[in-house]
């Protein structure tokens, strides 16, 4: 059985979402990506430690402002929110509990600190204190810093994202129903190699 959650990334603009995509979806870095539009879809797929498959249907969305009225229809029936803040600029965590209100109410959340590549020694600025962040009784989880550049942490993330998925589908009596996606037609998909 190959599990499909609906992973959502959220963020401001710049924070590292389409690079953690770009990396999860060709194994690759591109120094100067363009703004995401909207939002881009694709899948990737993964198999954990385990041997447990997974299909994970990925859409990053738009950190621009101009773009958060729709924000809230990307993330509908989504299973695991990712919201990433850049470590060498914590001014990008300051609206993390904005888009936590714009994801699904129903998902669980998982907060990404990203660039540590521009993070050296102790220059990490991470914050320390989220645990009030939702408000609303949500799960709220915690990644270890990653690195889209030097594929530090992606792994862990991809691991972190299947536990979270898992239990998901455990509480609701081993159904699947959690993670049904439905896509309009004018949404371009593609694999993950």
Not at 53 to 60: G, K, Q, S, V
Not at 67 to 76: E, S
Request: proline share 3%.
């Amino acid at each position: 059985m190959v599990h499909k959650p609906k992973v959502v990334l959220l963020g401001e603009s710049t924070v590292g979402k389409t690079s953690f995509a770009s990396r999860v979806k060709h194994n690759s870095f591109v120094p100067d990506v363009d703004a995401t539009i909207g939002c881009e879809f694709f899948s990737c797929e993964h198999i954990t430690t385990d041997g447990t498959e997974f299909r994970f249907l990925i859409w990053d969305t738009a950190g621009q402002e101009v773009f958060r009225a729709f924000t809230p229809q990307f993330c509908r029936q989504t299973a695991v929110a990712l919201l990433f803040y850049d470590l060498s600029d914590l001014n990008t965590a300051t609206h993390l509990q904005e888009w936590i209100t714009l994801s699904d109410p129903a998902c669980d959340i998982v907060i990404v600190p990203s660039k540590s590549d521009l993070c050296i020694g102790n220059n990490a600025l991470e914050l320390t204190d989220l645990t009030d962040l939702t408000g609303d009784g949500r799960r709220l989880h915690h990644a270890k810093p990653i690195s889209s550049k030097n594929n530090t942490g992606i792994k862990e993330l991809l691991e972190q994202m299947s536990e979270i998925s898992l239990s998901r589908v455990e509480e609701k009596d081993g159904r699947n129903s959690v993670i049904v996606v439905t896509t309009s037609t004018n949404v371009k998909k593609s694999s993950c190699c």
